[in-house]
């Protein structure tokens, strides 16, 4: 009964790889989130889509790339991986973007580069 | 653009103490507020909102948060405290509909609340 889930939990990759992390909730949800918390536990919104259309594209680098093939689904695929990129990436959604909906998390994937 | 400060980054306390994890914030619109609680190891989950209304508002577990517009301040609250308390709790805003870009949830940089036997 899972609202929003990620895979996998945990991601230990070397420098300069690619990998995905994967999202989906069974909410019924319009609109989903992408979010990063770095070591010091300082979480900042990376990407929003609404309806599959992305609607918040924050100063990320474009080695990282948000797919969303369908409402219920937001991966994140990140290119040519550096040190910096190890944080825990949490998932989100919410019912829409129009009056504020409460974000609903889901439990997170902590990457590692090595 | 919204920004929200959370002055102490740590807070220890002994079990059935009570405690009040501090939250400030600024922004040029209309927002609403929020406190997030990430146990270790977990997600965010909600533990209370103000969207309007009173400006007290409560959770289901015994914390409270004042909205104080004029100090633009959202301080969470608990009167006796347990050890399952123990986490890290985040105070959030979002602008009111219409905020244009800046149409999002800031975070402020957590506080770890520590309860002690």
């Known amino acids: 009964d899972t609202a929003v889930s990620q895979t996998p939990k945990y991601l230990v990759t070397q420098m300069g790889n690619d990998k995905s992390i994967k999202c989906e909730q069974n909410l019924g949800h319009d609109t989903m989130y992408w979010y990063k918390q770095d070591s010091k536990k300082f979480l900042k919104i990376m990407f929003s889509y609404n309806n599959k259309e992305l609607i918040i594209n924050e100063t990320v680098p474009n080695r990282f790339s948000p797919k969303s093939p369908d409402k219920a689904h937001l991966n994140l695929h990140i290119n040519s991986l550096e040190l910096g990129d190890s944080a825990v990436y949490f998932c989100?959604?919410?019912?829409?973007?129009?009056?504020?909906?409460?974000?609903?998390f889901g439990p997170g994937t902590r990457l590692t580069v090595l | 653009a919204q920004s929200v400060t959370q002055l102490d980054s740590q807070v220890p306390v002994f079990e059935e103490a009570p405690v009040e994890l501090r939250c400030n914030y600024s922004s040029s619109v209309s927002v609403y507020l929020f406190w997030y609680v990430q146990y270790p190891n977990q997600g965010l989950q909600l533990l209370l909102k103000y969207l309007s209304g009173s400006t007290l508002v409560e959770s289901i577990n015994g914390f409270e948060a004042e909205f104080n517009k004029s100090q633009t301040s959202f301080h969470l609250r608990k009167p006796s405290v347990h050890i399952s308390d123990t986490a890290e709790y985040f105070c959030a805003v979002h602008p009111y509909p219409g905020g244009g870009s800046n149409y999002k949830l800031t975070f402020g940089k957590g506080t770890l609340l520590t309860v002690n036997p």
């Open positions: 989100a959604s919410s019912q829409d973007m129009g009056e504020y909906n409460e974000q609903f």
